[in-house]
């Protein structure tokens, strides 16, 4: 009997050991000069103009025409001010970005990449985990508010207006007092784009650049028309549920500005990254926040916050006001806007599980995508892509049928996850669960900015002897985050505002440790500027966004969180291939590219 305790108590502790060696593992940064020069590598094409309207593409979409109203009905005309502080949050966001971008060359893992190089395989998995879910329920929102603006179209036939069933068109037959709201339109749209993409059917470019432009007319026009029918009692009360809804919205269309990181990872493709970039990112920031910032005036000035439309709110709050030939022409550009963000949204997920891929990808992509639509080239492709080179799930996911040249088995998943979440919930429902991944993923990569710049630094000081300088760093950054958070929560539930100030106080001091405490490296490439201040104030701002979510954006990434790791555990930590460095080498951005 003790024999076989025993056995149970050594075999338990070397399952630990196990797991505890392998999610610590990480992966090793390379320099290289000739990074750049590779023959996989990307063409230098993009000037300032080019990188703008990248980031201004990839974003107008979903904000607009799918998440205004729903933050309105509980921020007010304060929605307004959500769209702002979100933009700020990105700002910093982008320039962390930028830098990873620029020490990368864009070729693969995005944040899950630099997660995996800056920390160790679990974190990189959990990042990964939890992007990956917001992805999902992003294309899951968009089909929703797509079959709501695909009915209004379908409604222009006398025979269809008015008697098309919610269960297929506006809306969706509710359930349990509204937690299902079942909707088949959504699933057929997005199993129509899914076949398309299995079957390797692309659009030109020439569609495609004129649905970007398209986008951004109808949005300009909206504001124009419609500023003409504001009626300025509308604004008031401004934030008729208080401050703390505008903060809580603010992490609600924070999603919405997610394309910068279309811009931050064309670093290959930027031909003077070191001044281009953040000239593009910030500049695409800049155009999206007026956009948004003028149609919530518009739409709340137009119509009671509380009435608009939570699935089509732009095209109902036109119709309400009798301009019917404007609705038609914002359903008309919507359902081309949002099936460009959808139809490239499920291509860069279908990237998750390929493996030595790469050359395929960039040759597909040159043929399907424009450059101002191509998404693609974003964060999370660079995440999905670097995940399947390194073996955390299953290989299925990584074949490519023979003919078609698709990852038809990655697709159809994705499709299939997207179809249940968007035939199942509202927009209301998934918004409020929104934004969960985006959040914590941007802040691990701004904890990245930090940690490769002074792990990398040889000349860094021990602290002490009980602690090692990059432990005491990484202890510095948590406690930025943990004040962060902790401000959020005090701030939610209204305590008083010492207690607040107490949570800033000890983040300033932890940043300072930060400065002075450790020894940083000039990074080749483009650098995010007064680090580690821009990066610690981001990882703040971003977790006291985070603790303003709706409790069930709380109990989902906890649940995911802990499935991550139940998975990691079982799967990913048995078959990642932990070596892979040795084949795939992550370069560093060469020396010249400073300049």
């Not at 001044?275 to 920031?285: C, F, K």
Request: include cysteine; charged fraction near 10%.
């Amino acid at each position: 009997m003790d024999d076989s305790r025993h056995k149970d108590a050594t075999s338990s502790s070397t399952c630990f050991s196990h797991f505890c060696s392998s999610a610590l593992r990480a992966k090793t940064l390379k320099s290289s000069s000739s990074a750049n020069n590779s023959s996989d590598g990307l063409i230098r094409r993009l000037g300032v103009f080019d990188l703008i309207l990248l980031g201004v593409g990839a974003s107008i979409g979903a904000g607009i025409f799918v998440v205004t109203g729903t933050v309105a009905r509980d921020a007010g005309p304060g929605v307004t001010i959500s769209f702002i502080l979100a933009g700020a949050s990105c700002v910093l966001n982008a320039l962390c970005y930028a830098e990873l971008a620029s020490r990368f060359p864009a070729v693969v893992g995005g944040a899950y990449l630099y997660a995996y190089t800056a920390f160790n395989e679990i974190t990189a998995f959990l990042v990964f985990m939890q992007l990956m879910l917001d992805y999902h329920i992003g294309a899951a929102s968009i089909a929703r508010s797509l079959a709501s603006y695909v009915a209004t179209i379908f409604e222009l036939i006398p025979a269809l207006k008015g008697n098309i069933p919610p269960w297929v068109g506006h809306g969706g037959q509710e359930f349990f007092g509204g937690t299902l709201s079942i909707n088949i339109l959504a699933p057929i749209l997005l199993a129509v784009l899914t076949v398309i993409l299995c079957l390797g059917v692309g659009e030109s470019s020439a569609v495609n650049s004129f649905m970007t432009a398209a986008k951004v007319v109808i949005v300009i026009f909206v504001i124009i028309v419609g500023s003409f029918k504001v009626d300025v009692d509308n604004w008031s009360p401004f934030a008729p549920n208080g401050v703390k809804h505008i903060f809580t919205g603010a992490t609600v269309v924070f999603f919405a500005y997610v394309g910068f990181d279309a811009v931050a990872n064309s670093a290959e493709e930027s031909k003077r990254p070191q001044r281009d970039l953040p000239i593009g990112i910030l500049g695409s920031l800049l155009v999206c926040v007026i956009l948004y910032v003028g149609v919530c005036l518009v739409i709340t000035g137009m119509v009671p916050y509380n009435l608009l439309g939570e699935d089509a709110p732009l095209s109902e709050a036109f119709t309400s006001k009798g301009l019917k030939y404007v609705s038609i022409l914002i359903s008309i550009g919507a359902v081309a806007g949002l099936t460009t963000t959808l139809l490239v949204g499920l291509y860069v997920q279908l990237l998750v599980f390929m493996s030595n891929f790469y050359v395929f990808v960039i040759s597909l992509l040159s043929n399907m995508f424009p450059i101002y639509m191509m998404e693609c080239f974003s964060e999370q492709s660079r995440l999905y892509l670097g995940l399947g080179r390194d073996g955390l799930l299953p290989s299925i996911f990584a074949k490519v049928h023979p003919i078609r040249h698709t990852p038809v088995h990655s697709q159809i998943w994705v499709g299939i996850i997207a179809a249940v979440l968007g035939g199942l919930f509202n927009v209301h429902i998934l918004s409020h669960i929104l934004s969960v991944g985006s959040l914590t993923g941007y802040s691990v990569v701004a904890a990245c900015v930090v940690t490769l710049r002074w792990k990398n630094n040889t000349g860094n000081r021990v602290s002490s002897k009980c602690i090692s300088t990059w432990c005491e760093g990484v202890l510095c950054i948590f406690l930025v985050a943990s004040c962060g958070f902790a401000a959020g929560v005090l701030y939610r539930f209204g305590t008083h505002f010492i207690f607040m100030i107490v949570a800033v106080v000890i983040a300033i001091m932890a940043c300072a440790a930060l400065c002075f405490r450790q020894a940083y490296s000039d990074p080749p490439g483009f650098s995010c500027p007064w680090v580690p201040i821009v990066p610690s104030v981001c990882i703040f701002f971003n977790i006291f966004l985070f603790a303003q979510l709706h409790y069930e954006a709380w109990i989902r990434f906890i649940i995911l969180s802990i499935v991550s790791v139940c998975i990691y555990a079982f799967y990913g930590q048995y078959h990642a291939n932990p070596r892979s460095d040795e084949t795939i080498i992550y370069h560093m951005a060469p020396e010249e590219d400073r300049h």
